[in-house]
């Protein structure tokens, strides 16, 4: 009678389930490198399930996390695959020992209590004789105290409680619409799966890369010029200075594409 499988025979190495992703997303070695700033060769040489680049466990925990959030999979739960498949993390180190080093380290010189004795006679006899010379200073102290008015609460402070700030403000479609004209705004909005999303400003600066996931918008400005990079072009509902781009690509499809402020020219 033969026997199943279990899940953890059946699922792919490390990097084999990176590099599976990432041509799932469309995506070159060379981008990924842009993107995570790993090195090609190294994304390579993972993507291998070839560790030996990476300089050391620690690093290549770090790269496979790195290149993990790039490609939309769960980094800790591949780094706990690595953990396996390469014999685990360090142990760490016994309690006994800790405490051993602790204990060896807490044996300081014992205080000389006649010092700290004088020391603690020569505050008092100090504070007692600042209390004679100033006489009665303490309660003219507490008078002016509760002689100084308060500070009046400056006009209009509780009428309006403060505005919160979002770190990705969401506006509708309609505040899109009233996008200053001095900008170029682009709305994304992944309408149908996953897509992989890459940004920059017109210095050529990344300014956002990661998945967009199915249901979630994205809003970006710039002064002169947004690149674009759309991993699945076709899923993407998107809106450039309040007007919506009628066919950014096909499903699937990666597309790059460059919006400036007067752009899209028809709607």
């Given at each position: 009678?033969?026997?199943?499988?279990?899940?953890?025979?059946?699922?792919?190495?490390?990097?084999?389930?990176?590099?599976?992703?990432?041509?799932?997303?469309?995506?070159t070695v060379e981008e990924i490198s842009t993107?995570?700033?790993?090195?090609?060769?190294?994304?390579?040489?993972?993507?291998?399930?070839?560790?030996?680049?990476?300089?050391?466990?620690?690093?290549?925990?770090?790269?496979?996390?790195?290149?993990?959030?790039?490609?939309?999979?769960?980094?800790?739960?591949?780094?706990?695959?690595?953990?396996?498949?390469?014999?685990?993390?360090?142990?760490?180190?016994?309690?006994?020992?800790?405490?051993?080093?602790?204990?060896?380290?807490?044996?300081?010189?014992?205080?000389?209590?006649?010092?700290?004795?004088?020391?603690?006679?020569?505050?008092?006899?100090?504070?007692?004789?600042?209390?004679?010379?100033?006489?009665?200073?303490?309660?003219?102290?507490?008078?002016?105290?509760?002689?100084?008015?308060?500070?009046?609460?400056?006009?209009?402070?509780?009428?309006?409680?403060?505005?919160?700030?979002?770190?990705?403000?969401?506006?509708?479609?309609?505040?899109?619409?009233?996008?200053?004209?001095?900008?170029?705004?682009?709305?994304?909005?992944?309408?149908?799966?996953?897509?992989?999303?890459?940004?920059?400003?017109?210095?050529?600066?990344?300014?956002?890369?990661?998945?967009?996931?199915?249901?979630?918008?994205?809003?970006?400005?710039?002064?002169?010029?947004?690149?674009?990079?759309?991993?699945?072009?076709?899923?993407?509902?998107?809106?450039?200075?309040?007007?919506?781009?009628?066919?950014?690509?096909?499903?699937?499809?990666?597309?790059?594409?460059?919006?400036?402020?007067?752009?899209?020219?028809?709607?």
């Amino acid at each position: 009678m033969s026997i199943g499988n279990s899940p953890e025979e059946d699922r792919p190495p490390v990097g084999r389930a990176l590099q599976q992703a990432r041509i799932d997303a469309r995506l070159t070695v060379e981008e990924i490198s842009t993107s995570t700033r790993v090195r090609a060769p190294i994304v390579q040489a993972i993507e291998q399930d070839d560790y030996s680049r990476c300089g050391g466990d620690v690093y290549a925990r770090g790269h496979i996390r790195t290149l993990a959030r790039a490609v939309g999979l769960d980094g800790d739960a591949l780094v706990a695959q690595y953990d396996e498949e390469h014999g685990g993390r360090p142990e760490p180190t016994p309690p006994a020992t800790l405490f051993e080093a602790e204990r060896i380290r807490a044996e300081p010189r014992r205080p000389n209590w006649t010092a700290a004795m004088v020391a603690a006679i020569v505050v008092v006899i100090g504070f007692v004789g600042f209390t004679l010379v100033s006489g009665g200073g303490g309660d003219s102290g507490k008078q002016a105290a509760e002689e100084a008015p308060s500070p009046a609460p400056s006009k209009g402070a509780s009428d309006k409680p403060s505005p919160s700030r979002t770190s990705d403000p969401k506006p509708s479609e309609s505040a899109i619409a009233g996008a200053p004209a001095d900008k170029v705004t682009v709305r994304m909005t992944a309408e149908k799966g996953n897509s992989w999303v890459s940004a920059k400003d017109h210095n050529g600066r990344l300014v956002h890369e990661g998945v967009l996931k199915e249901g979630r918008s994205k809003t970006l400005t710039d002064d002169k010029r947004l690149d674009l990079v759309l991993g699945n072009a076709g899923g993407v509902k998107l809106y450039v200075n309040g007007k919506q781009v009628k066919h950014a690509g096909e499903v699937g499809q990666v597309q790059r594409l460059s919006y400036t402020r007067g752009d899209p020219e028809a709607g």
